[in-house]
């Protein structure tokens, strides 16, 4: 992200964020271990970036005055060191990538989440954000939204491929050969079509390639239920975050005990 939003029905585009994660090198945590194989701890997962969609109305008027007065407001809590007028609205940014963007229908917004950051803090500033623009631009309606979190997950003693490879799947590297070219390494890719009410969810769990020592994990959501109230959006992102933190990693240590 930034990148079209595809219509109800289709998904948007996301820019890929495992090139430019930074792994935290902290290891001081000792995590138990059974069967030889690291009970990973749920508590070392790192989110490493956020990102959402939120669409609306394209009769909201994006005013040069209101969306000065916007940037004002949100570099009270979350400074932004550039401010830039485009042809179709506005956009927000910092030199590591992290952005806000407002278009004629739709607020983009793409954090990278420092590692001595929270992500209660970078929830909380998505939904004062959100607030403000709510409130300086009246939409009345956010028509749908899409989140992505991502996240890497710290393995001791185990390099991800391997614990992918010998834990989650039945195949590895040197079988996918037959393919006819050397693999870098396999993940896994879950869809959900119908999570809840007008809610699909994709999970991905792969290797962190930059170090070996981390898996990727990265949840997408699209929810289609419009909703009239800017609390709605910030709990659609709190959402992921309780999924990956709980449902998935329960998942993934179930499965690294067997």
């Known amino acids: 992200m930034p990148g079209p939003v595809a219509p109800p029905g289709g998904r948007a585009y996301h820019e890929p964020i495992q090139a430019g ?4 090198q ?3 945590v000792a995590v138990p271990r059974l069967n030889g194989v690291a009970l990973l701890n749920p508590d070392r997962i790192q989110p490493v970036a956020v990102q959402s969609v939120l669409l609306y109305p394209p009769t909201v008027r994006l005013e040069r005055g209101k969306l000065t007065g916007l940037y004002s407001a949100v570099c009270a809590y979350r400074p932004y060191a550039q401010f830039q007028f485009m042809p179709d609205g506005a956009r927000m940014l910092n030199d590591d990538g992290s952005q806000t963007r407002l278009g004629p229908d739709r607020l983009t917004y793409k954090e990278r989440i420092p590692n001595n950051q929270s992500t209660y803090e970078t929830v909380r500033d998505f ?8 409130e300086t631009f009246t939409p ?12 890497l ?9 391997d614990f992918l490879e010998t834990r989650l799947l039945r195949f590895g590297r040197s ?13 896994v890719k879950l869809v959900f079509p119908t999570h809840g009410p007008g809610k699909t969810v994709e999970l991905r769990i792969e290797p962190f390639f ?6 990727f994990l990265s949840v997408s959501t699209q929810d289609l239920t419009p909703v009239q109230a800017p609390a709605a959006a910030s709990e659609r992102l709190r959402w992921a975050e309780r999924f990956l933190g709980h449902e998935v990693a329960d998942f993934v240590r179930e499965h690294a005990s067997l």
Do not use: H
């Open 153 to 161: 997950w710290p393995l001791e003693d185990i390099a991800a491929q």
């Open 140 to 151: 009345g309606i956010f028509v749908m939204q899409e989140v992505v979190l991502e996240a």
């Open 210 to 215: 930059r170090d070996p020592k981390f898996l």
């Open 175 to 187: 079988e996918t050969t037959k393919l006819g070219a050397a693999c870098a390494g396999v993940g």
């Open 21 to 24: 994660a930074v792994a935290s």
């Open 26 to 28: 902290d290891s001081s």
């Open 127 to 134: 939904e004062r954000l959100v607030t403000d623009f709510w």
